[in-house]
């Protein structure tokens, strides 16, 4: 075919078939397990870096203020060497990852634009071994190297004038007020601080998480433990209900990123534990109860 030829063919294909022939090269990526996502910017997400990390620290903050953080030296010090270590070995490096504790029995992990990442105490209890943790904040790392938030708030900016008000608004915003100072231009991002991502985020974080994790030197078969395990707790401490809730169902995401790991060639060196995580673990119970550590 002719490249004059092939233009006018590729010009009289409708969206609706290009976006068909895109979700088929979509499906048929997962099935083959090609290769690693490739993070881009779409058009519509305008967001600069500075942007980035004033929202998402603006959000982070008015997340915290909402909850039981815990402040344990020894754990924030374990968790933030993890995220680091994942974070230098991502797509995007150049971020400065953090990770601090929510006191609660729910079994979640949350993540801000910008690089803040939560894990609660029911999550810590949850995993059994480091590796399954490190998945766990890989994929939460996912979400902020695949600009998941911005680009669905800028989804919620359809109009220049929304632009025009959100860059005005930036400079002063609020932490404490970010989500009213949203809605007051007509952006309603209350359902976006829950992590509802679409099921192609999901995909994608726990995608990126798996090539991550090989990077960073850990075995990613501990985020095919976990997400099985979190389809059947079985006799696992921690509330699994939210986290499911939340992401598409966990076997089906344990099955994609099982047929993504057997086209790897995974060195014997990777690592599924360490005894800093088996130190983190009996920490735990000397840590406060949730709702008396205030
Ligand atoms: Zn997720």
């Known amino acids: 075919m002719s490249l004059q030829k092939l233009v006018r063919t590729a010009a009289t294909l409708s969206i609706g078939k290009l976006m068909t022939a895109a979700s088929v090269l979509l499906v048929l990526s997962w099935v083959c397990g090609a290769a690693e996502p490739r993070i881009s910017i779409p058009s519509y997400n305008q967001f600069t870096p500075d942007d980035e990390l004033k929202i998402g620290g603006a959000l982070a903050h008015d997340f915290e203020s909402g909850r039981e953080i815990l402040s344990n030296p020894l754990l ?3 968790l933030n060497d993890l995220v680091k270590r994942l974070g230098k070995a991502s797509l ?5 990852y953090t990770c601090r504790v929510v006191n609660t029995n729910d079994v979640n992990s949350y993540s801000f634009p910008g690089g803040t990442i939560f894990v609660t105490t029911g999550l810590l209890a949850f995993v059994e071994d480091e590796s399954e943790l490190a998945s766990v904040l890989a994929h939460e790392i996912g979400h902020i190297a695949g600009r998941h938030y911005l680009n669905r708030l800028s989804l919620e900016m359809r109009s220049k004038s929304l632009w025009d008000q959100t860059r005005k608004m930036l400079p002063l915003l609020d932490s404490a007020q970010v989500q009213q100072a949203f809605q007051k231009i007509g952006v309603p991002i209350t359902g ?4 509802q991502y679409d099921r192609s985020n999901e995909n994608e974080a726990d995608l990126l998480a798996v090539y991550n994790l090989v990077r960073a030197g850990w075995n990613p078969l501990g985020e095919v433990r976990a997400l099985d395990r979190l389809q059947n707790p079985g006799g696992s401490q921690g509330e699994t209900a939210t986290m499911l809730s939340v ?8 099955r994609a ?5 057997k086209t790897m ?3 014997s060196s990777l690592d599924d534990n360490s005894l800093s995580f088996r130190a983190m673990k009996t920490g735990l119970s000397l840590l406060p109860k949730p709702g008396r550590g205030r």
Do not use: F, G, K
């Open 257 to 261: 990123v099982s047929a993504e790991i």
């Open 76 to 78: 924030d010090h374990y």
């Open 92 to 96: 995007r490096p150049e971020l400065v």
């Open 192 to 195: 976006l601080a829950v992590q």
């Open 265 to 267: 060639a995974l060195a």
């Open 247 to 254: 992401h598409p169902n966990p076997t089906d995401r344990s």
